[in-house]
């Protein structure tokens, strides 16, 4: 029978220092994604460092800053006032991301860290580079009328599910991270890792990283933003196409879900924006100029274009 | 509109809802056994193999673990099953057929031994070339899913032919009023369409509690059909029916998907081998493998006079009913009959075939046939409508059948008003009124057979603490059986609910009842209900006469109270030496077929689609319970708006996808998509009509199915009225999206 180890930790420091100790550990936050991947085989951890405890639960206003524990459930965060005041995308992506029975379990530093809904992926009987590095990728002819249409690989083609981490994105977000050799900080545009060869490596934390918080800059007071999430089913489903928008005055920033392998940063978009403030169809145009469809999910592109451009339209324009 | 009863016509609360809401309904996985044994299923993860071998070693060393039960353990039986074609071993027995196919059982003390022994069984396959899409099965030449000829189950109707092809049976209707061709001006269309595997869905898998003992079989099991089930496991491991018994606890919804024989096979398998009670528990993903809706093509002609006038209907479907029958036959029977639709053709040429594939076994799902074949039918009378330039309402209600006209020779005649139904529907949706672009609106009728069988028999009793007991076999499965069995044995015997209970079911006690299927449970259980009410009135009436020395003539009974003049008494004492009861049966039903009575199938809908984005929004649907009677309104209604929203998910989400190798690979509620709250139409409206021309008591007649069948066509014709003809279900985002470009760039100039 499998045997599994359960430790409870009460310092930062201390889940850390456990981690590290044992490459077969693995933190256990909200458990709505790492209980089930364990159950069917995709997750194999044998010990499991609950971090529950630890005293990361707090939101703090600290200057410009909103500052969030990772401990911090998606509910509670999208009820705070400021959220919804001021960062109405973010309340958007939290509100579309999951039920309430979900959102009132699962953290933040999870929800940043979820694992991608491909089917081979989670099916340990099929072929999936992510999981088994090397043995191929069973999406790239199989099912995959979900999967991603940007930063794709020859060896994985999995969409990243997160709405939150698509709002965040937009959002210029930082994760803080506390690790065997001490606390640093990485901006979540850089905080996730394309596919290439390596699909396995999803972010940049190594064994032992502790997510400890994010910290999300208030956008100038008059900024309207939101997130627009198009899918199969009106609640309890993943995005097929989403789009955040951020237009602070005289910047728009942009990112997509539901389309690509990392939460998308849409860069090229936003430089034809800076150009052209109201060139919502050239900049969803330039964003989708290099997407690699499959067989089945050529529907995407046109999908995210136009979800872009009503995004744009309904925030962005003047 | 029928005035109310003393309980009949009534919308009372259901006796039942307390204890489903509070929790304190006990379903199967809640049954408290002594000394149970939990049990896990090793399935394959393979389409189609041979078994090379079956090493159960490493499950055996797991602590807790009692035994692994495999096809060796039953060498001395005859370990196949099914009801309709007994094609199906319990376990694989050296071949398997579909990806999920039972090789072994592990039974172990906890469950969570079980389910960590199942792992380390190991299997070595031989892997065989799969059949996986229907068409390919059925193709000439094809390779065989099973090589021996078919053998007839229990309940296969005598004189069914059954072949050797993986297309093993077909229905054929033929028939012609007028004994020509198409004429040369007629407007013809024609077109192949599909239809998904779906998945039912009840909210509980399927639940068997089995124990064996040196009297027989014991079984609790989350049934439909527990005479049915007896049967068969009396058949299967050969033992005289009285030795097998079958109790039925709360039920967690069937939709078909808990009909005829499923789990308990396999569980009593495991008892009889282990010799202590076992409990099996499926969850979604094994309940998924285990039944599930049949996937379908079909390629349709409809030849139209220039006048408007149908001239005939031709259709050819094949019905992918997996690696075994289960109710195939019967599924693709009822797809024949709906492909005609209810109109005056002149000729009607149909082949439905059952067809075996490399994919789970296929068997009931609400509506079967219906759901099927009414919107293929449906969308070729508009498109017809569309070439003539006749709007889609009038040109049914030109063709349309009148009551008591022949839909299928040799069936009952048509029992209900269609045109009067199709109207109700057009009223409520401004048929005519003008409508924004990318919206639409849909009309659909049809009828399909229902009832299937009168054998239903019921015991109604008058114990001694004044209540009544109703025994009948028609399961509560959450439509709402047991209230209105208890009010119709109310209203006969003039007594308030609180005085009817309705017993569960245990075969050792209760009267025959065929099966809780083919919306027969208000109409066939219902009538034996109310024979067996008015056979005790009678009793009670006699025996107060006797009581008082007062002719039986004098006497009233109402409220629990028998009155003669001036003096009355409760019932309960004419029960003080013991119980009084009565026996009552549905025979006097009859029909030829399946059909005691024709459940009407129109519904209309509204649709609005985005064409940005493909996704169809419903804001209003309108459903007509043709009912004839309503014995309770509130259940009629919910009865389709349920419906309604399993429509939803078949017409515009739900679809089983597997992989090239036959895996089903949305196996969760996550990745398959059954609507929620959010999906519900804005507007759900319920015509109620009552006609009181049902066989059942009171003049009432079944529902509950027939939304499956009106809704969908309904549904499909109005995203066509919207601009976008469909062939293929479910009419997803993405599908609707593609077929707009597709529309756009064939009819774009040049």
Known sequence: MRTLEYVRVGEPAQAVAELAADPAAAFLAGGTTQLDLMKIGTVTARRLVDITRLPLRDVTFDGGD????????????AREPVVAQRLPVLRDALLAGASVQLRNAATIGGNLLQRTRCPYFRDVATACNKRDPGAGCAALEGVHRNHAILGTSPHCIATHPSDLAVALVALDAVVRLLGPDGPRTVPLT???????????????????????????????????????????RASYDFALASAAVVADPGRTRVALGGVATVPWRARRAEAVLREAPEAFVAAAGAELADAEPRRDNGYKVELARRTLIRALSTWAAP | MIPAGTAVGRSVVRPDLAAKLSGAAVYGADLP????????????????????????????????????????????????????????????????????????????????????????????????????????????????????????GFACPPGTELGMDNAFYHHGLQHERVAEVDEAGAVVVQHEYIFPAVYQYAMEPHVVVASWEPDGISVHSSCQHPFLVRQELATVFGLPLERVRVRVPFVGGGFGSKSYTK?????????????????????????????????????????????????????????????????????????????????????????????????PPSGSYRGFGAAHLQWVGESQVDEVAALLGIDRLELRLRNLLDRGETLIPGQRPLDADLAGDLREVAKRLDWGGALPAWRGRGISVGVSPAG?????????????????????????????????????????????????????????????????????????????????????????????????????????????RISTGKRSWDIAELAAAGPIGADGDASELTGAGPALFWEVCVAG?????????????????????DVGRAVNPSLVERQDEGCTLQVIGNAFFEEMRFSEDGVLLNDSLLDYRVP????????MICVIVENGDGPGPFGAKGCGEGVFGGLTAALVSAVT?????????????DRVWRWIQQTTSDTAPG
Request: charged letters at 25%; glycine letters at 8%.
């Open chain 1, 66 to 77: 909103l500052r969030v524990g990772a401990l911090v459930t998606m509910e509670r965060l």
């Open chain 2, 452 to 560: 299937v069988s009168a054998r239903s028999a019921a015991r109604v009793e008058l114990r001694p603490d004044g209540r009544v007991m109703v025994l009948v076999g028609s399961q509560e499965i959450g439509q709402g059986a047991r209230t209105v069995h208890a009010q119709i044995a109310a209203e006969v015997l003039g007594l308030g609910m609180e005085r009817v209970v309705v017993l569960p079911t245990d075969t050792d006690h209760t009267p025959y009842d065929r099966s809780t299927g083919a919306s027969r449970s208000t109409t066939v259980a219902g009538l034996a209900v109310q024979r067996a009410s008015e056979r005790l009135r009678t009793a009670l009436l006699a025996a107060a006469a006797e009581h008082g020395g007062v002719p039986v003539d004098e006497l009233t009974l109402r409220d629990g």
């Open chain 2, 721 to 733: 009225d919207a601009g976008v003809p469909v062939r293929e279900l479910p009419m997803s985002p």
């Open chain 2, 676 to 683: 929620t709250l959010t999906d519900v139409p804005a507007e």
């Open chain 2, 33 to 152: 056994v002594a000394g149970v044994l939990h049990v896990k299923l090793l399935r394959s993860v393979v389409a189609h193999a041979r078994i090379a071998a079956v090493d159960p070693a490493a499950a055996l060393e797991v602590p807790g673990v009692v035994a692994v039960v495999t096809a060796a353990d039953l060498v001395d039986l005859d370990a196949t099953w099914g009801h309709y074609v007994r094609d199906r071993p319990i376990f694989a027995d050296g071949v398997v057929r579909f990806a999920g196919e039972i090789v072994a059982a592990v039974a172990a003390e906890t469950e969570e031994a079980a389910a960590a022994a199942v792992t380390t069984i190991e299997v070595e396959y031989d892997e065989l070339p799969a059949l996986l899409d229907v068409a390919a099965a059925a193709a000439p030449g094809a390779a065989r899913v099973h090589d021996r000829a078919p053998r007839p």
């Open chain 1, 190 to 232: 850089g905080f996730y890792l394309p596919p290439d060869d390596t699909p396995r490596l999803e972010t940049v934390l190594r064994h032992g990283d502790l997510v400890t918080g994010v910290d999300i800059p208030l956008p100038a007071q008059g900024t309207r933003s939101g997130y627009l999430k198009v899918r199969d």
């Open chain 2, 263 to 359: 789990m308990e096979p396999v569980a009593v398998a495991v008892a009889r081998a282990v010799g202590r009670p076992v409990r099996l528990v499926n969850r979604v993903e094994d309940a998924m493998v285990t039944t599930r809706r049949h996937g379908m093509r079909c390629r349709m002609r409809t030849a139209v006079r220039p006048d408007g006038r149908f001239v005939s209907r031709q259709a050819w479907i094949w019905m992918d009913t997996g690696a075994y029958a289960d109710n195939g036959p019967t599924v693709t029977m009822v797809a024949g009959m709906a492909a005609v639709g209810p109109y005056r053709w002149d000729r009607v040429d149909i082949d439905a075939a059952c067809v075996y594939t490399h994919l």
């Open chain 2, 605 to 625: 809908a509204e649709v609005s689609v985005d064409p940005e984005t493909g996704l169809v929004e419903v804001p209003r649907v309108v459903t007509v319970a």
